[in-house]
């Protein structure tokens, strides 16, 4: 398999799961690896693994001001970045539509302005590389409309075509734009959950999937197959979804009225 060497990388969201396993990963096989996430505690414990090429740039994806200053922090820690991989994100579902503005803000903040922010701290960065790739991880749950997705698929349905705007915009330049979208990771943001997750996969199979799929140039790196599949057919053929899938899901019998 091709290995990602000898680049300068920066991952949001390496404290824990995926980004963490990135992070790892990446450093590991002799890349620099800048670190982010808002916790710096555990970001240190991750240093701690591979001291000389990991660094720590703790700040929140979602605050725009805390990002104006990750910019002059990552500039002073280096001259270009070969790869970003924006992974900061949380969860949270809505239970029997309370539709909480206040708890989509926040997962918009985390899942969609982060990336955007991510993007705008690391682009003069990126621009000073040969062969610069701006990467953000997404969800296969924005293929079709998952009941209590509805802030969490729409971030990630949100930043699919935020990202595929960029490319489009940057299509005659030579930086790459790489959606990822896993299926169910078992990290600290699934372990929270109180269903089957078909599929199941652990952070270090996730890490492994995207290295892969970034060393093979692919835009899109979707996994597993036995769920992405499945999920973009009936992406495709919208009324089955609604028709067998959606009632067998749903948790709610009647709307309240209250
Ligand atoms: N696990 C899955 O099944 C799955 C499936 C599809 C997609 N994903 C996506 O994969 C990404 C990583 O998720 P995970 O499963 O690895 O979850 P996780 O273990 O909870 O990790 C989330 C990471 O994001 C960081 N983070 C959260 N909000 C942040 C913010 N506002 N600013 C900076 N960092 C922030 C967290 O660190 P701090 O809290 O210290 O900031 C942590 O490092 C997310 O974008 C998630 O939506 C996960």
């Not at 060497?5 to 690896?33: M, P």
Request: aromatic share 8%.
């Amino acid at each position: 398999m091709t290995v990602i060497r000898d680049k300068t990388i920066w991952v949001t969201g390496a404290s824990s799961g995926i980004g963490r396993a990135l992070a790892l990963r990446l450093a590991e096989q002799n890349n620099f690896v800048i670190a982010s996430s808002r916790g710096r505690d555990a970001l240190a414990e991750l240093q701690q693994s591979c001291p000389k090429r990991i660094r720590i740039l703790d700040c929140d994806v979602g605050d725009d001001e805390q990002m104006e200053q990750a910019a002059a922090r990552l500039a002073e820690m280096t001259d270009h970045l070969d790869l970003v991989i924006a992974c900061a994100g949380t969860c949270e579902y809505d239970d029997n539509l309370q539709l909480d503005t206040a708890s989509y803000r926040r997962v918009f903040d985390a899942n969609y302005f982060g990336v955007v922010n991510t993007l705008r701290s690391a682009l003069p960065l990126l621009a000073n590389s040969r062969t610069p790739v701006f990467a953000a991880v997404g969800s296969l749950s924005s293929v079709v409309g998952f009941p209590r997705a509805e802030a969490y698929g729409a971030s990630k349905a949100a930043l699919g075509y935020f990202l595929d705007a960029v490319r489009a915009d940057a299509c005659r330049t030579n930086l790459r734009v790489v959606h990822i979208r896993p299926g169910f990771i078992d990290t600290p943001l699934t372990q929270r959950n109180d269903f089957d997750m078909p599929f199941l996969m652990t952070a270090d199979q996730a890490a492994e999937c995207i290295e892969r799929g970034l060393a093979s140039k692919k835009h899109t790196i979707d996994f597993p197959r036995r769920l992405s599949w499945p999920l973009r057919f009936l992406g495709f053929f919208r009324s089955l979804w609604f028709r067998y899938c959606a009632p067998r899901m749903t948790r709610i019998r009647t709307l309240r009225k209250t």
